[in-house]
């Protein structure tokens, strides 16, 4: 069933730690995108990309980086884990100009 | 950079009250206005989208408004029902080659029965 899936769901690390939250879409969408929301809702953009080897930041500064090798896939990588980083992270992607952009599930990060 | 402004961040109707969301956004080649609702819990997802050579659109009890002109646009509910509550963000996708699609700040509807 074409979906875009993350992965983990939910994942508690300690401070220090590398971590890398899984992004893939089985659309064929050329656009991803990263948003960090936190418990006060608001979907903050982290990074963003138009296609493979086109990765752009967002407008909520992030110590988190990201790759497109793939069109289907667009990981997030924090190199050290910080107790700041607790949040909910969501991966999105669309198609064209002017369509739906879809959501995964989320994943919700916990840094102890 | 693009920013896009929602209000109110709350909102709490009686049940078969209508509910209104309203939204300005900053970046004049703007030209596609999506709505997302989002219940506890889960993913956002599309309920629905404007287009900028659009200034209305209806899909059943949910109305979307644009006013490019003032750069704003708005939800409409009408009828609530207990499961509309939730919360509801919209977004704006901005002009230029890389159409980022950047979110209001998100407004938590209750609709109480």
């Known amino acids: 069933e074409a979906d875009i899936y993350q992965t983990p769901r939910y994942l508690v690390i300690g401070t220090g730690k590398k971590i890398t939250l899984e992004c893939s879409q089985t659309m064929g969408h050329d656009k991803m995108y990263w948003y960090q929301q936190d418990p006060g809702m608001e979907l903050h953009l982290i990074h963003y990309s138009y296609g493979v080897n086109s990765t752009e930041k967002g407008d909520l500064s992030s110590e988190s980086t990201v790759s497109r090798i793939r069109t289907e896939h667009f990981p997030l990588t924090l190199e050290s884990a910080r107790p700041s980083h607790t949040s909910q992270y969501l991966c999105?992607?669309?198609?064209?100009?002017?369509?739906?952009?879809?959501f995964g599930q989320g994943t919700r990060l916990t840094v102890v | 950079g693009e920013n896009v402004e929602q209000h109110p961040s709350t909102l709490s109707v009686q049940e078969g009250d209508s509910a209104v969301i309203k939204c300005t956004y900053s970046d004049s080649a703007s030209n596609y206005f999506p709505w997302y609702k989002q219940e506890l819990g889960k993913r956002p997802q599309l309920i629905i989208d404007i287009r900028s050579n659009v200034g209305e659109k209806k899909d059943q009890r949910i109305a979307v408004t644009l006013n490019k002109t003032a750069k704003h646009f708005s939800l409409h509910i009408t009828e609530t029902q207990p499961e509309d509550s939730a919360v509801y963000f919209c977004a704006a996708r901005g002009g230029g080659a890389t159409n980022k699609l950047i979110f209001g700040t998100g407004t938590l509807l209750a609709v109480q029965p």
């Open positions: 999105a992607s669309s198609e064209f100009r002017n369509t739906e952009a879809f």
